[in-house]
């Protein structure tokens, strides 16, 4: 069974420290993982993607297959980064996703 | 740029009404989703369409049902909605071959008092 488990429900952090969000996942083929986020009354947006490996709004993350992880990090959170960021995982085969339960970023001033 | 719209940002119903949820995408979407969303469960797939007149149960179909007449537009029903259905309900789309990447609705906040 496809699942995607984010152990904090709430992280606080300082602005300028370095913030890990920790996603991890079940799935017995190769899958897709992206980290989606929601800041305050906006929708719901792609963030990244494991498989551009991009840097987008100074997040990057990587696909641990041997540990089936997929951390996001931003070595020096803004108070804009505050939202709250959802992992999600799609299969080899199929069009749908999985996502986590969603961890809350705070990012104190 | 992708424009996926809900029909109401915030809506209270009774027990045991009958509830229409719409979702209209303006960018020609194959791909069609409804979840909710609620705290400490993320977000959780309920029924989703990959063309028109097609549907596919997600992972809670109980109690929904939904239609897909048109390609732009994807339906949600609560058949007699109950107190446990009251959520965030979320609508999303994706182009076929472009599928990586989910265009959400703002949300509709559903009460059922």
């Known amino acids: 069974a496809q699942r995607v488990t984010q152990p904090e429900k709430l992280l606080s952090v300082f602005k300028g420290a370095p913030v890990e969000l920790k996603c991890n996942y079940s799935y017995s083929g190769s899958p897709e993982l992206f980290w989606y986020v929601q800041y305050s009354r906006q929708r719901l947006q792609l963030l990244l993607r494991?498989?551009s490996r991009e840097s987008i709004k100074g997040f990057t993350a990587d696909l641990n297959k041997g540990e089936t992880s997929f951390h996001l990090k931003k070595p020096f959170a803004q108070e804009e980064d505050s939202a709250m960021y959802y992992c999600a995982l799609r299969g080899n085969y199929g069009q749908n996703f999985v996502f986590g339960p969603g961890t809350r970023l705070s990012v104190l001033p | 740029d992708v424009k996926v719209t809900q029909s109401s940002r915030y809506l209270v119903k009774r027990t045991g009404e009958k509830v229409f949820l719409e979702c209209v995408q303006d960018m020609d979407h194959e791909n069609m989703f409804w979840y909710r969303q609620d705290p400490g469960l993320g977000l959780r797939l309920i029924y989703f369409?990959?063309?028109?007149?097609?549907?596919e149960k997600g992972d809670i179909p109980e109690g929904y049902s939904v239609s897909r007449e048109k390609k732009e537009r994807f339906s949600l029903i609560l058949e007699s909605a109950s107190t446990n259905q009251t959520s965030m309900y979320l609508c999303?789309?994706?182009?076929?071959?472009?599928?990586?990447?989910?265009?959400f609705g703002p949300g509709t906040r559903l009460t059922v008092t």
């Open positions: 369409s990959y063309d028109v007149k097609m549907k």
């Open positions: 494991h498989i």
């Open positions: 999303a789309s994706t182009d076929r071959g472009n599928s990586y990447e989910q265009y």
